[in-house]
């Protein structure tokens, strides 16, 4: 079974930054595409970064630019930079597959952006 392990969230003042981590077992992360998912208060959740398995990296137009997502096969983690963060970053952010059934979602890491 699968279990992801995200952590790194915590409360920064607008324009700070974070590094989340996703740490994983049961899997090898590194034959799967791999997002960073996050969900703020009364919505739905959304993709904001994802990394394929030879690297190729895609993200949201919210965070491009300001997010950086990477992976370390060694380790069988996955990370997120957050640089410039805004209010509107505001969530409980999530790691998971990119494609196909989604293994079962980790508790997920607060990540609120406030002065």
């Known amino acids: 079974q699968v279990q992801l392990v995200e952590s790194g969230g915590g409360l920064v003042q607008p324009g700070g930054s974070l590094r989340l981590s996703c740490a994983a077992s049961?899997?090898?992360?590194?034959?799967?595409?791999v997002g960073w998912y996050r969900q703020a208060p009364g919505k739905q959740r959304e993709l904001v970064a994802r990394i394929a398995p030879g690297g190729i990296v895609n993200y949201a137009d919210s965070v491009k630019d300001r997010f950086t997502i990477s992976r370390d096969n060694a380790k069988n983690t996955v990370y997120l930079q957050m640089n410039s963060l805004k209010h509107e970053d505001t969530a409980v952010y999530y790691c998971?597959?990119?494609?196909?059934?989604?293994?079962?979602w980790g508790q997920g890491t607060q990540v609120t952006v406030s002065p």
């Open positions: 049961g899997t090898i992360f590194r034959f799967y595409s």
């Open positions: 998971n597959k990119f494609a196909g059934d989604p293994w079962s």
